[in-house]
Every structure is written in C-alpha cells, then in structure tokens.
C-alpha cells in the first residue's frame, strides 16, 4: 500500500473511531482537548522535531535554548489550562492541604534555581514541566474526573499506538532510527526511543486490560462487548510494538503490572485486600535486599535478555557518581546533563543523557532532599491507594499497578519526577484517587443514563469536582 494512502486511510480511520466510540461518555468536557493534546506531545515527540526542523531526541533533553514554536505551543496549552481551571473556579489551597508532598518536590524544583549552574534553563524546565499538573488538574475539575481520566488516557492510545504502527510500517524514515554510536537500528514510532516506545506500549497495555477487566461484569451488552472488543485489538497492537520496542524493563513492568490488576480483581484478593497491600511493598524490599545484597541483578537480566553483568548500568552509575554533586540539594532540578558534567560522564560512559536509574538521577538533581520527598510523596501515594481500594472503587487497582511499576522501572530507567509520559499518568491517575470525592466507580450505560435523565445531578457532580 502506497504510504500516502496508508496515511489517509489511519486518518479517516483514527476520526470514525473517535466519533463512534462505544466507550464515548455523554457529560466530559470539550476542555479535555488540550490535555490530550499535552500529553500527544510529551509521549511522542515536540512539535519541531514533527516537523523535521529540529534532531529527534527525548522532549525532557531539549537544548537549553530550545525553539520559538515548541515554547509557542506549550505555553499556550499551559494559559488554556490556567484559564479553564479559573473558570471552573478550582480549590486551590484544598489541592495544595492533600498533596503536601508532592507540592513540596515542586516547590524545591523551583527553589533549585537559586544554587544551579544553569539557573534559566533550570526555570524554563520547572515552568514546562508545571504544565503537566496544570494538565492533570484540568482532568482532575471536569465534572465527572473518573470519566476524564478514562477518556483522555483511551484516546491518547488510540492515537500513539496506531500512529507508531502507522509510521514503522510506512514511513520507516520516522518511525525507525540508529543508534549514534552503534549503528544498531531501533523501532521507535511515533516516540524519540526504544524505551518511550515501550514506556507508551507499557501505559497502553496496562490501561486497556484494566479497562477490559473493570467492563467484565456488564460484556453481555452490546455497547460495553463493543468496547472490549476494540480494547483487545489495541491489546494485540501494543504487544507487537512491545516486540519489536524490545525494552526488557517495560516488558517486565508490564508483566507486573497487569498481574497486579488481574488479582486484584479476583474474589479472593477483594475479600483479602490487606494481604495484597502488604504483598507489594514487602516484595520490593525483598527485591532490594537480593538484588543489592545477594547480587543477583545479573541473573535478572540475564533471564530477560540483558547483559548479566549490568556492565554498562554499573558504568553510568559509576560516572555520574564521580562527578561529586552536593549531595544534600543536587545541582538543581534538569541541570545536570548540562556543561562540564555531561563532557565528564561522556568521557567516562560514553554518549548516555539520564543515570539509568530514576532515584539516583533525582539524587544527582535534587541531593538527599528530594529523594526523601519524593519517597514521602510515594508513602503518601500508597497510603491514597490503599484507603480507596474497594470493589466499586476500580481506579485503585489501576493506581497500585502503575504504583508498582513506578517503583520498578525507576530502578533501571529514569522515570521519576522528570515529566515523561509515564510520570504524569501516575501522577494522574494518585491526584485523582486521592480527590475528596471522585467518581472511580462502574460507570455502565444505565448508570450514566441517571446523569444523562438528570441534568441537575451533573451540575451538582461538576460542582464537587470544582471544589476538588
């Protein structure tokens, strides 16, 4: 198939399926556009690098200067949000009372600018990457923030995974790429890399078999078995680009998460949810004391494939851990594969921009500071989860998977507190559990026609969400 055709066929294709969703729910507002449109960008690639005018690279390593478009964009979608959270009248000082932690690693973020070395660059970063709450809080104030969060995170699927599928099989110029030092070709899609490629196949995947699982009771219906039917079909899609990604640590992740969702939801964890609670934490702490003390992170790897020896982690670690940063506050926050530093590690491990680890890079950015915060905010997180998790609360589950997940991939990759698409769904998916009232329950036809027979009840349930 030519790949103009190929093109207008993903288009018309892409739009009948945003237009005949089954999944489609009456009530969401039109506002919810532009965190889309946030998060099409952070999980795929900057509006330069579409255009071909700037080098194909990770949106989080953008050159200290960057481009007039890309900051354009961005910060129109960040005045959108603003104007649309002011609107809708939003609770600020109420957001702030339950997300103390949180807002605290914000606020050193930004505090970090008065010790960095590239104190412009550092602001410009901690200003971009302010927008993926703002984005985050848009879903959070919509009337229904269950049915948001949904919608956004289904569309944002529908989108990426066939666009990736779209662009490696006919514009492999695009969606295929080499490695710089090694040659070694790489299937990214519509992402920067192999491993965004498999952080959005891990979201994806995740996202649809909990959908799946949560519509299960009610797939006697005509509406909800159409659903399910489009959600293992983007399932099979997501696992070929999985494949082909080849990122052992989202495959892993992966596997863990959907596991944890699938017991979850099986009778006997809902009548023993505290023995899943208490599973989760303690095998990571059992992990971290074999792995690190017994050593066994070499046989992990090895039995995914990897190199056994954790040669090159343990290069980079080795590297950026010579550089000597303070240890107490870091070097500020997205400023550390700046200057000098980024020569020395070079130098050392070659071409590498992030530590491969997501607490030592917030360690080597924010000291010993921002790693306890940012622990405090998971404890808090997990907390949050844990206080939620019911049976006709099904977002928690969601939550303690991508929670878990968190928690893993950090461990090889760097995914913490950096504003990359996996970060900004769980912080998504935590803002919304922890909300003072979200709507997280089964939300089937005859429940959402009580909303659809009665206005008011809407205008009653968009109040709650404004003072959210």
Known sequence: MPPQLALILWIILLLALFRFDAAKVSGTSSALWVPLTWLFIIGSRLPEQWLGGEEVRPAAQALEEGNALDRGIL?????????????????WLSFFSRNSALMALLLLALVSVAWSDFPAVTFKRWFRDLGNYLMVLVVLSDPDPFEAFRTVLRRLCYLLISLSILLIKYYSAIGKQFDYWTGTPMFVGATTSKNMLGVLCLVSAIFFLWDTVTRWSNRKERGTKRIIQVNV?????????LRLANSA???VCLTMGCLIILAANT??????????KFMIPTAFCVYLILGFG??????????????????????IWNAVLSTHTNPIVGTGYESFWLGPRLSHVWDLAGGVNEAHNGYLELYLELGLVGVFLFLVFMTASYKAICKRFSPSFHLASLGLALWTVMLFYNMTEAAAFNGQ??????????????ARDPIARDASPVKRSVFEKHPSKLRERAAVGSRI
């Open 421 to 434: 698409l996996l970060w900004v769904i769980f912080a998504l998916v935590i803002i919304v559990v922890s």
């Open 294 to 315: 017994f050593d066994i992170n070499g046989d992990l790897a090895g039995a995914v494939g990897r190199d056994p020896t954790f040669t090159g982690r343990s290069n």
């Open 249 to 251: 640590t989202s495959t």
């Open 75 to 91: 910060f129109g979608l960040i005045l959108l949000a603003i104007i649309f959270l002011s609107l809708r009248r939003f609770s």
């Open 267 to 276: 009778e006997m964890f809902r009548r023993r949810p505290g023995f899943l």
């Open 233 to 241: 079909a983007f399932i099979a899609m997501t696992l070929w680009l």
